[in-house]
């Protein structure tokens, strides 16, 4: 058991050696959380983001991490057609990498 963890703590360091799309999920545990919850709700907006993580950060950085995902194009944000206020974020372009991500920490913690 203990070398699942040592395993699933060197994938960790290796992705934040990476420069592309996993090092921007798992940059702070902050930046892992808004990605996770953006992906688990398929559309969420900023303020659902800001309820959700009341204690976890502040709005001026829940809003610094989307805007740098956005500018990366790792997040997309979508305008409400009905309420044009409301903006959907998404993070369609990360589904690939977070799939591979889950199935490699899956077989990780399957394994004998």
Partial sequence: MNSKFLQISKD??????D????SYIFKTKVHAIIVFQIFGNKKITFEDLCKNLVTVASRTTIQSILIDGVNKDYLSKEVDQKD?????????NLKEVITKWFQRNKLIFTSQ
């Fill in 84 to 92: 044009k206020r409301k903006k959907y974020y998404n993070c369609n």
């Fill in 19 to 22: 420069k592309g799309e996993i």
């Fill in 12 to 17: 960790l360091i290796n992705n934040s050696r």
